[in-house]
């Protein structure tokens, strides 16, 4: 077992910054596949970041893409989602994920590869 567990949403104003965290504690492994998602009540979880075991191959979606950066630290078993320039359109539940057995691929934009799941921290972006 897996666990994710967020931090760093909160409220911000448009054209501001947050950080969230995800810290990962069970049967962790740099190995493992490490994306972050988001919903908004009624649509679908909607793929923002993924990243591969060593940090140096990065997936962006467009709408985000120029604006955030993932980032993982693997001895602190941790990843990172700095999101600059927000807009009110990105507010959301973002979700962090673990792929533990996947080969990262453009296949890891897609939410049934992940295996594990954090409860999600709210981000709220006000105009």
């Known amino acids: 077992q897996v666990q994710l567990v967020e931090s760093g949403g909160g409220l911000v104003q448009a054209g501001g910054s947050l950080r969230l965290s995800c810290a990962a504690s069970g049967r962790t492994s740099s190995s493992y596949i490490m994306g972050w998602f988001r919903q908004v009540p009624g649509k679908e979880r909607e793929f923002v970041a993924t990243i591969n075991w060593s940090g140096d191959t990065t997936y962006y979606a467009d709408s985000v893409k120029g604006r955030f950066t993932i980032s993982r630290d693997n001895a602190k078993n941790t990843v990172y989602l700095q999101m600059n320039g927000l807009k009110p359109e990105d507010t959301a539940v973002y979700y962090c994920?673990?792929?533990?057995?996947?080969?990262?691929?453009?296949?890891?934009?897609?939410?049934?590869?992940?295996?594990?799941w954090g409860q999600g921290t709210q981000v709220t972006v006000s105009s």
């Open positions: 994920a673990a792929d533990t057995g996947g080969v990262f691929s453009r296949s890891s934009l897609q939410s049934h590869e992940y295996d594990y």
